[in-house]
């Protein structure tokens, strides 16, 4: 009888152990959120870099270099730079129209739009904005392209003509188009809020004010799941949105100094880019759970970048500091969970 006990309790004991062992072993086999993959050299970009653009059918990525003046071309084939465009004053917002072979290039610095030959890279028409003219975004479906300066500006894609204005608060940070609807939601961090613009309207249909953090600067939406996703840098922390009602659904600690945030939808993750030096990456339980997954560290300043689906890449860009060159890190996005 003794000895039937021992045994049972050794397999008992031995079971535990193996499974264990298999639960290391699937740990040890699940890839990192993010992997890099390579660093790309900016060899004369001096001050910070702002917002990226993606031409995915040519290979290319526009870097507006704020504090270079420029704009940067990387050829994504040969990993270099292939061309550095001047003539701006201080670049902000960038977007790529590649059905049309345009690209426009927001200024802070004199509140111009430029819209360029994203072949050519020649200026093919300059409109005047408001004053700190920045984030850019590209309605593809209506050919219609958005620039956040005193309000947002709304230009026709196809003529080059600024056709309208929506008044808001203040300067407008992030903002992000619904694909199946209306709207756009706007980060406003003078008024501490997130306003929802009707764009078949032209105007403010709702006011979502901020209460568990402020400073909110970039911001992300999953559509499919109705939450909206905003970086806030006092005190650090990301911010969950029910996207029909405004509600909060979740407040979690991020690093410093947050300037772009992603969602990867097929893996359900939030790629959160911090200029303390770290991405933050949140794997989503459902709607409305999120854990850190990973910090992956980058750099001091490293604050902006790119995710870009059609390439399993996330691009960041890292300014010049010290003995450290201007550069963009390009991390693969391996297959995860969701993927599968």
């Not at 031995?14 to 993959?37: D, K, M, N, S, W």
């Not at 993606?54 to 050829?75: C, I, K, M, S």
Request: aromatic letters at 6%; glycine letters at 8%; hydrophobic letters at 45%.
């Amino acid at each position: 009888m003794l000895d039937v006990t021992w045994r049972s309790q050794w397999l008992v004991s031995a079971t535990g152990l193996l499974f264990v062992a298999a639960l290391l072993t699937a740990a040890a086999e699940e890839p990192p959120p993010l992997r890099l993959a390579q660093t790309i050299a900016l060899p004369h970009v001096e001050g910070r870099i702002d917002h990226l653009a993606v031409d995915v059918a040519r290979q290319r990525l526009f870097v507006a270099a704020l504090g270079n003046n420029t704009v940067e071309v990387v050829d994504l084939a040969s990993g270099a730079v292939a061309k550095s465009v001047g003539g701006f004053r201080e670049p902000q917002g960038i977007a790529c129209a590649p059905e049309l072979d345009k690209l426009f290039v927001a200024s802070g610095g004199d509140g111009l739009c430029k819209i360029l030959d994203s072949q050519s890279l020649q200026v093919i028409k300059t409109i005047q904005l408001g004053d700190d003219a920045d984030n850019v975004r590209y309605d593809d479906k209506a050919r219609r392209v958005y620039v956040g300066d005193t309000g947002l500006a709304i230009l026709d894609a196809a003529s080059d003509k600024h056709v309208a204005d929506i008044k808001l608060a203040a300067h407008p940070e992030s903002f992000q188009l619904e694909r199946n609807g209306p709207r756009i939601f706007v980060n406003v961090p003078k008024a501490g809020c997130v306003a929802v613009v009707d764009r078949e309207k032209r105007a403010v249909v709702a006011t979502w004010p901020l209460r568990d953090a402020a400073a909110n600067f970039p911001m992300a939406l999953d559509e499919a799941n109705h939450r909206l996703f905003i970086g806030c840098r006092k005190p650090p922390k990301l911010l969950v949105l029910d996207a029909e009602s405004g509600k909060s659904v979740a407040a979690l600690p991020i690093d410093g100094d947050t300037d772009d945030l992603f969602c990867d939808a097929a893996r359900r993750r939030l790629y959160v880019i911090c200029g303390a030096g770290f991405i933050d990456v949140f794997q989503q339980t459902d709607a409305d759970h999120y854990t850190l997954a990973e910090k992956i560290p980058t750099a001091t300043g490293a604050r902006t970048g790119l995710f870009v689906p059609a390439l399993n890449r996330l691009y960041v860009a890292v300014p010049h500091r010290g003995e450290r060159q201007a550069a963009i890190l390009v991390y693969e996005v391996p297959p995860g969970p969701a993927s599968r």
